[in-house]
C-alpha cells in the first residue's frame, strides 16, 4: 500500500474529516498483502502490533518487527477496525 502523511489537501483529495491526522492509505494494488486483508484507499492507519502511527516514519520500525500476525487498528469512516493478516 501506498501511504502518507494527511494533510488538509491529501484530506479533501480522500474526503475525509480535514481535521484528521495520522498516516492515510493513498493506494491499494489489487492482490497484494495489504489488500488481502482488508486496507482500502482512505483508511487512516493508528497503530501496527500495538504501535501507534502518527506519521510515514513510524511505520518502518513498527513494520521490521518479525510477527505470527499483523494486527491493523484503521479508522475508517466513523469506525475503528481491527484488519489481521499473517505475518
Known amino acids: 500500500a501506498t501511504m502518507g502523511?494527511?494533510?488538509?489537501?491529501?484530506?479533501?483529495?480522500?474526503?475525509?474529516?480535514?481535521?484528521a491526522t495520522g498516516v492515510?492509505?493513498?493506494?491499494?494494488?489489487p492482490g497484494s498483502?495489504?489488500?488481502r486483508i482488508g486496507l482500502r484507499r482512505g483508511d487512516v492507519v493508528l497503530?501496527?502490533?500495538?504501535?501507534?502511527?502518527?506519521?510515514v516514519a513510524d511505520?518502518?520500525?513498527a513494520l521490521a518487527r518479525v510477527a505470527r500476525e499483523w494486527r491493523i487498528a484503521i479508522a475508517?469512516?466513523?469506525e475503528v477496525l481491527s484488519l489481521v493478516g499473517g505475518g
Open 59 to 61: 511505520l518502518p520500525p
Open 33 to 35: 498483502s495489504s489488500f
Open 24 to 29: 492515510v492509505v493513498t493506494d491499494v494494488a
Open 47 to 55: 497503530e501496527v502490533n500495538g504501535t501507534k502511527i502518527g506519521k
Open 76 to 78: 475508517r469512516g466513523d
Open 5 to 19: 502523511n494527511l494533510s488538509p489537501a491529501l484530506a479533501d483529495e480522500l474526503e475525509l474529516d480535514y481535521l
